[in-house]
Structures are given as C-alpha cells and as structure tokens.
C-alpha cells in the first residue's frame, strides 16, 4: 500500500497523519505537540485528537479491508474497522 497521509487542524495545532506498510501509523505536529497544564484543556485536545485518529485509521482499515487496533499509552484502547 502506498502511504496515506491527511491532515487534521484543532486548537491552532496541525496533526498531520501518515500510514504506510514500512512505517505503520506516524503523527507530525505543527508547532510541536502542546504542554498542558489544565487537566480540562488536556482532555478536549484528546478528545479532538482520538475523533482525528479515528476518522483516518477507519480510511486506513478500509483500504487495508482489515481491522486496526490501537492502544494509547494511558490504556484506552480502540479498534478500527474498514467502513
């Protein structure tokens, strides 16, 4: 498969998010990922963030024709299936 790549834009960051056999599932930030210091802020960034992911993972798995699972390093984990 040849890389799929889409860009995402939330709270004045640019998520740009790449897929390919070689390297798998990638992110790239523009500015560089943000430092929170409120836990709210925090959390609707994550929320804009994983609603992102899955609109491209769920593009991904459907031009795989097979499911994707991804587990964040906080354990929430999801699944993506081809749509």
């Given at each position: 498969?040849?890389?799929?790549t889409k860009t995402y834009a939330f709270d004045g960051i640019t998520a740009e998010f790449s897929y390919s056999d070689g390297t798998g599932f990638q992110v790239?930030?523009?500015?560089?990922?943000?430092?929170?210091?409120?836990?709210?802020?925090?959390?609707?960034?994550?929320?804009?963030?994983?609603?992102?992911?899955?609109?491209?993972?769920?593009?991904?798995?459907?031009?795989?024709?097979?499911?994707?699972?991804?587990?964040?390093?906080?354990?929430?984990?999801?699944?993506?299936?081809?749509?």
């Open positions: 498969m040849k890389i799929l790239s930030w523009r500015p560089d990922m943000p430092r929170f210091t409120n836990p709210q802020s925090q959390q609707d960034f994550l929320t804009k963030y994983r609603a992102a992911r899955k609109a491209f993972l769920t593009e991904v798995a459907t031009s795989l024709g097979k499911s994707m699972t991804v587990v964040d390093g906080d354990g929430h984990a999801e699944v993506f299936e081809p749509g």
